[in-house]
């Protein structure tokens, strides 16, 4: 069974830093990329960075530069260093197993509880 467990979210300052992480048990086949998203209640879930198995990443513009996703895949879990936070990075962060083909990004139906993130301004 595939379990998700993303931590590391709390509150924070505007312009201040959180590292997340995302931790995969179970065994997934066919899925060797990973995406992390993001929720505002009332909103859609959205994709904002991931990163392929073979390391190539992508960012939507709104994080680019302040946001940086990496994986560590001998202990399955992917990281999310976060800089330069503003209150409109307020939301619910989840990481998502997939496929990264170019700069597309696949999710899976695997996804975790999610961690909260509130900015303070």
């Known amino acids: 069974q595939v379990q998700l467990e993303e931590s590391g979210g709390g509150l924070v300052q505007t312009g201040g830093s959180l590292t997340l992480s995302c931790r995969v048990s179970?065994?997934?086949?066919?899925?060797?990329?990973v995406g992390w998203y993001r929720q505002v209640a009332g909103t859609q879930r959205e994709l904002f960075a991931s990163i392929s198995g073979d390391g190539r990443t992508d960012y939507k513009w709104f994080v680019k530069g302040r946001f940086t996703i990496s994986r560590h895949s001998a202990n399955n879990t992917a990281y999310l260093r976060m800089h330069d936070l503003r209150p409109d990075d307020t939301a619910v962060y989840y990481c998502n197993p997939g496929r990264m083909v170019g700069v597309y990004y696949y999710p899976s139906n695997y996804w975790g509880a999610g961690t909260q993130v509130t900015v303070s301004s």
């Open positions: 179970g065994r997934i086949s066919g899925l060797d990329s």
